[in-house]
């Protein structure tokens, strides 16, 4: 492999190296089958440029990658193949529940199968690096891109970065096979921390909060062997992160010994001169380049830096250092990907055909999106519905048949199931209307009229997929008014309302959960998202989501997280209007707690944690608290559910939460079955961000608490000595 490349490099000359670090759009190789992710505005490229460019962003399909990489083949000098790039942020054309989404589920494994499934139907395709998983710890719905993320924990999304490489990757050496790709962890770093939740905005933290709280994911997920890293578009320790030595060098390169490629998001090199850290497209290449930026997507700046080389006759030995380390990345990747003995791996029409949207994929597709639903509220066990109920389904997304989410650019819709269709499949008795909701539509008579034969009304309310994803923010992440008020509407009917929640983000539905008798939370739920509401909705699947960012009671609360550092001043009851307690940490007209805490969701079955027992009680730093935990379904219905551990440090140097998760694990019990589950939690695990920004464990003191959501009550002390 080294001499390939070795030899490679001594014949590039300075506009090869340069044109194979930046990454072109497919709509300069092609005009058709395009899908653009970022600003549009074509810049001119030379044939030269053209014919050494490293790498192709937006391209799918085995034909048309063949004959972009045929023709390129036939005109480049030194026949370097392209890599082929893509967003496939849950699933190519078996779409997968929305990340958010899938992160309810609480199952690794669940998670490293849908992203080997993505894998493989990308490679079949063409695609030989995928940019996902998306591992930015974001606790603000506000921002759209929380919908790519796995919520507000840092153990739970460093947890399911590692399995979404291993899905997407494999078990790489030194070559991937044919049905793998390369991921890429985005955005490097701290991107879901945008100040407002607006998209693109600064980023204004410690150090010690990023290590402590946010690194985590993008460790873990290199420490996995992720082949790329992406940058953010946004500043971190006051300086945009695509030009951030310290960030990329100290921390990424040096600390956590990254020497993959780092390639920009869409046009941030360029946008450095916005940020005013850059005077030029070349002053901002050079910037890059010293922070270690491999790849330019679509800024031209490191085109524009090779003509002013060029021009100039000379270029600094600098220069040509840093321009051969990132060149070197790419041609390795080609390597390990097998392109220059076969520059068409994975471009075969037949191969494409066969492993492309599968029944066996979409049959996991139906498996994600049941484990990945949360059921909210269930008031007098009105769920699951016996086949004979009588039911009307209403609402503006009942016929809806896109519920696939943003960042689903292969996905079809037109032969998906409506909520609709997928509940007359399970119900005989079934009265759908849809009418418009406009204001000053709703009439009381009218609705009673549509009910009167139902027992169940089901609502299906929520946001379309364009209101998710980036450059989304929202200001108000509610139902939008006229939504709310026709389930008041419903409501005043009389019936039992089951209310279908679709989005792509926490909203608050404090007064969706007043006025529903049972509330159902799909998130945006893929390809077979519809049958998999039916089917939970008849008791044929017993849901088992749990929430992976906690659901405000108000906006004004927001950001809410359950890992937020303890105060000096701690609210310890749950009355805020308790006006002897006045100068607390809380608020005047709103209680502190979430209306949904982390962890969150209900079940058909009733679930117990009967008893906790740690093995030891006194465990050494270097040692495992290796717990026994008795858990009993006490119905009659089979289920699944999540133990999940958190541990409080009694004394610490630095300020600590109340309780952070240490260890979750997902258990299917049958009726009336009781089990003992063996847990273990390295000590290892319990390690934090001291004043030196080292991060490492304390002796002393600590809490565990076992259960099934983050407010749970039981606990047991130990000691590390």
Request: aromatic content about 8%.
């Amino acid at each position: 492999m080294v001499n390939r490349i070795t030899e490679l490099l001594r014949k590039m000359s300075i506009a090869e190296k340069i044109a194979q670090l930046s990454q072109l759009s497919a709509d300069y190789f092609q005009e058709d089958g395009v899908t653009l992710t970022g600003p549009t505005g074509k810049q001119q490229v030379t044939s030269e440029e053209l014919h050494s460019v490293g790498s192709v962003l937006g391209i799918s399909g085995a034909e048309r990658a063949r004959k972009i990489q045929k023709n390129y083949l036939q005109h480049s000098r030194l026949k370097i193949p392209l890599l082929f790039m893509a967003d496939v942020v849950h699933g190519y054309k078996t779409i997968f529940p929305i990340p958010l989404g899938l992160a309810s589920s609480f199952d690794s494994e669940l998670v490293e199968e849908t992203a080997k499934i993505a894998a493989k139907e990308s490679a079949s395709a063409g695609l030989h690096a995928i940019f996902a998983p998306m591992v930015d710890l974001v606790r603000d719905p506000r921002w759209g891109r929380v919908m790519e993320s796995n919520g507000e924990d840092p153990f739970l999304n460093g947890s399911l970065a590692t399995a979404s490489i291993k899905g997407f990757q494999g078990c790489v050496t030194d070559r991937f096979d044919e049905n793998h790709v390369a991921a890429c962890v985005k955005h490097f770093a701290a991107y879901g921390a945008a100040e407002g939740g607006r998209e693109y905005n600064t980023v204004d933290m410690s150090e010690w909060q990023f290590r402590d709280q946010y690194l985590e994911g993008y460790q873990r997920a290199i420490e996995t062997g992720a082949r790329l890293v992406m940058t953010s578009f946004n500043t971190l320790f006051g300086v945009p992160a695509t030009a951030n030595e310290h960030l990329m060098r100290t921390i990424l390169r040096k600390e956590l010994k990254f020497d993959g490629i780092l390639i920009s998001d869409w046009n941030a090199i360029g946008e450095l001169k916005e940020h005013g850290v850059a005077s030029s497209q070349t002053d901002a290449a050079v910037k890059a380049l010293k922070a270690g930026v491999d790849m330019d997507m679509m800024s031209f700046a490191y085109f524009e830096l090779a003509q002013k080389l060029e021009k100039e006759g000379q270029v600094p030995q600098e220069i040509i250092k840093l321009l051969d380390e990132s060149v070197y990345r790419v041609l390795k990747l080609k390597e390990e990907l097998g392109l220059f003995e076969d520059p068409f791996r994975g471009m075969d029409l037949l191969k494409e055909e066969e492993n492309v949207l599968t029944e066996d994929n979409l049959k996991i597709a139906q498996k994600a999106a049941e484990e990945s639903t949360v059921l909210l509220e269930n008031k007098d066990n009105l769920l699951p519905l016996k086949p004979d109920t009588k039911i009307t389904l209403c609402g503006p997304l009942v016929r809806e048949r896109d519920l696939l989410g943003s960042w689903s650019w292969k996905g079809n819709t037109t032969k998906n199931e409506t909520i609709a269709d997928a509940l007359q499949n399970k119900f005989k008795g079934v009265t759908v209307f849809d009418e418009d909701l406009a204001e000053g539509t709703l009439d009381l008579n009218v609705l009673k009229q549509k009910t009167a034969d139902s027992e169940v009304v089901i609502v299906a309310l929520g946001l379309k997929s364009y209101q998710s994803g980036e450059a989304t923010s929202m200001t108000k992440p509610r139902l939008p008014k006229k939504q709310l008020n026709f389930l008041k509407a419903l409501n005043e009917t009389g019936k039992k309302i089951v209310t279908i929640i679709i989005t792509g983000r926490p909203l608050v539905l404090t007064e969706v959960s007043k006025f529903s008798d049972a509330l159902l939370l799909p998130w945006f739920p893929g390809s077979r998202g519809a049958e998999a509401i039916a089917n939970i909705i008849t008791g044929e699947v017993n849901p088992s989501g749990k929430l992976p960012m906690s659901f405000p009671r108000d906006i004004g609360q927001i950001p809410l997280y359950y890992n937020s550092l303890r105060t000096g001043r701690p609210l310890t009851g749950s009355d805020n209007l308790d006006k002897e307690n006045k100068y607390l940490s809380k608020y005047i007209d709103e209680e502190n707690s979430p209306l949904y805490c982390f962890g969150y969701g209900l079940s058909y079955a009733d679930f117990k944690v009967k008893k906790v027992q740690l093995v030891d009680k006194q465990i050494a730093k270097n040692g495992e608290l290796n717990l026994k935990v008795e858990v009993a379904n006490e119905s009659h219905i089979d289920g699944q559910t999540v133990i999940q551990c958190y541990t409080h440090q009694c004394v610490a140097e630095t300020a600590q939460p109340d309780r952070e998760l240490k260890m979750f694990k997902k258990i299917m019990l049958k009726a009336n079955e009781a089990k003992v589950i063996d847990i273990c939690i390295p000590v290892t695990r319990l390690a934090y961000t001291h004043q030196d920004l080292t991060k490492k464990v304390d002796c002393g003191n600590y809490v565990l608490y076992v259960g099934f959501a983050a407010d749970t009550k039981r606990k047991i002390s130990f000691e590390i000595i």
